[in-house]
């Protein structure tokens, strides 16, 4: 090129200096050739070629024009999306992308912005079969040479974790309607039970009145003698279902969230006295001792619910105790609280079956329990009654070793630790 300047080359030395050279041509004929030394910056893009060539992560390079030409795909990136290196000159960045992710980036070409991406979106790159991925952007300026800007990319591919965010949001939807539908389900059932437990509350409650007063021959004598063993059979029997159908209802108010509590000051003396009676006769006719070891205690407990968990523990350790043997009543402080614990020489249960016997109608399959009467009731009721009190009910037993079972009250349940009776306040 005459009086002008011919396309600048690049040199390397034999020293290992790479020089950029540009040939001027002078007025007179002659050449000028300006040299400038550019080893630290083909050192650079040595470095960056390498870097960008071997990164596990795929990588691309395209320019700033508006057809958004990719100018190179590293080895990830081919992989990653499907492409041969030959394909490469035919590619445009749109290529790589859903159309989604399209009309964004030609507004910003439009404008003349094109802003590099940190990771705080999700783009869907475009595989060369059409499938599309999940992956997060993370896109930097190059230095602006020849006045065209360049950009280097890479994407970190999220698509697994994307896939199961959905999967496991779908799960979710699935599981808690699941859930409400069993709930539901449960309320509907409680509420069955409470409304029959009600109707059958009334007839019985005049069956158990009727025989009592036949029983004790309030209004004349009854005549044969054989009708004293019907009616008292017949009491009995009224009574237990009686007792069955209160369980039910609890149950029910405890589903139901309307289990409410009376909290006041009980002496636990007296009210161990009151248990021990209760289940007296029921002892005396299997020949088994009661003893008792109770402390001089006052305890901030609902009187009426204090009393059913005793003697639920009471009647099953009765119950379940052979001919012979014994029961014992301790309650004292503790340290980490106040423990009453019921113990027995009875039957026992494998501590594999101790969650069972925890369970509503749990029965444990065992010869001598199956000759009792029994639905189940009475210890997941005495579990759930402790916890609303902040205590818990602990099982502990053996076959063959009796069982004990406790139920421990925080410090916080104990309103006065002597024999002091006061008033104290729910």
């Not at 006295?273 to 029921?282: I, K, N, P, R």
């Not at 016997?357 to 000759?371: P, V």
Request: with cysteine.
């Amino acid at each position: 090129m005459r009086n002008g300047c011919e396309e600048a080359r690049e040199q390397k030395l034999q020293d290992g200096r790479c020089l950029r050279v540009q040939d001027r041509h002078a007025p007179d004929g002659g050449t000028v050739s300006i040299c400038v030394d550019i080893t630290d910056v083909k050192r650079g893009e040595d470095s960056f070629k390498l870097m960008f060539d071997n990164n596990p992560v795929p990588m691309w390079l395209w320019d700033g024009g508006p057809s958004l030409r990719v100018l190179d795909l590293n080895k990830a990136a081919l992989d990653h999306l499907g492409y041969a290196r030959a394909d490469i000159t035919r590619l445009s960045v749109f290529d790589l992308l859903s159309g989604e992710d399209g009309p964004a980036l030609r507004a910003a070409i439009a404008t003349g912005v094109v802003q590099p991406f940190d990771g705080a979106r999700i783009w869907r790159p475009r595989r060369a079969d059409g499938t599309l991925r999940y992956a997060i952007p993370y896109i930097h300026m190059l230095p602006v040479e020849d006045g065209q800007p360049r950009f280097v990319g890479a994407i970190v591919d999220v698509t697994d974790r994307m896939n199961a965010e959905r999967e496991l949001r779908a799960n979710a939807d699935v599981l808690a309607g699941a859930l409400a539908r069993a709930e539901s389900a449960n309320r509907t059932k409680s509420e069955f039970l409470a409304a029959m437990s009600h109707e059958l509350r009334t007839p019985l409650n005049a069956i158990i009145g009727f025989s009592d007063i036949i029983r004790h021959e309030m209004f004349g004598p009854v005549g044969n003698p054989r009708y004293f063993d019907y009616i008292r059979n017949i009491h009995g029997s009224g009574s237990h279902l009686l007792g069955l159908i209160n369980d039910i209802l609890d149950l029910s108010r405890l589903d139901a969230g309307e289990f409410e509590l009376r909290i006041e000051a009980v002496d636990m003396r007296q009210a161990a006295a009151e248990c021990l009676e209760t289940v007296a006769v029921q002892a005396a006719k299997g020949r088994i001792a009661l003893a008792s070891d109770v402390a001089p205690v006052v305890l901030r407990a609902d009187r009426r619910r204090l009393r059913q968990m005793l003697l639920n523990l009471l009647s099953n350790a009765v119950k379940f105790t052979p001919e012979g043997g014994s029961v014992m009543l301790t309650a004292a402080l503790r340290a980490d609280g106040f423990a009453m614990a019921v113990r027995d020489t009875g039957i026992g249960i494998a501590p594999e079956d101790i969650p069972k016997a925890l369970e509503r109608f749990g029965q444990i399959d065992s010869s001598l329990g199956r000759k009792y009467e029994g639905t189940g009731l009475g210890l997941p009721l005495t579990k759930q009654m402790a916890e609303l009190h902040g205590a818990s009910l602990t099982l502990d037993s053996a076959p063959g070793a009796g069982t004990t079972a406790s139920i421990v009250f925080p410090p916080s349940a104990v309103a006065v630790p002597d024999g002091n009776i006061i008033s104290v306040s729910a």
